[in-house]
């Protein structure tokens, strides 16, 4: 059974696992891998997301802001 809990998975795939074979530490590790891409994907997809360059008009607004905090 443990080397099911390094397999890879492919993404979108649904695993049911039958409660008699919820060993704590075999779900523990799968959790704790599932949690761990899942952050994986989320830091990659704000890393991403930062360097993405603003709407116009979010661009005009910031621009505003800038002036104003720049006058004070």
């Known amino acids: 059974m443990q080397d099911l809990a390094i397999e890879d ?3 979108g795939d649904l695993v049911v696992v039958p409660l008699a074979w919820r060993d704590y ?3 523990s590790n799968i959790q ?3 949690q761990d891409h ?3 994907s ?3 997809m704000y890393g991403e997301l930062l360097h993405q360059p603003l ?3 979010l661009r ?3 621009s505003k802001i ?3 905090l720049g006058a004070s």
């Open 9 to 11: 998975w492919q993404g």
């Open 25 to 27: 530490e075999f779900w």
């Open 32 to 34: 704790a891998t599932t």
């Open 38 to 40: 899942i952050g994986i």
């Open 42 to 44: 989320l830091r990659t």
């Open 55 to 57: 709407s116009p008009a």
């Open 60 to 62: 005009d607004i910031t």
């Open 66 to 68: 800038e002036r104003r």
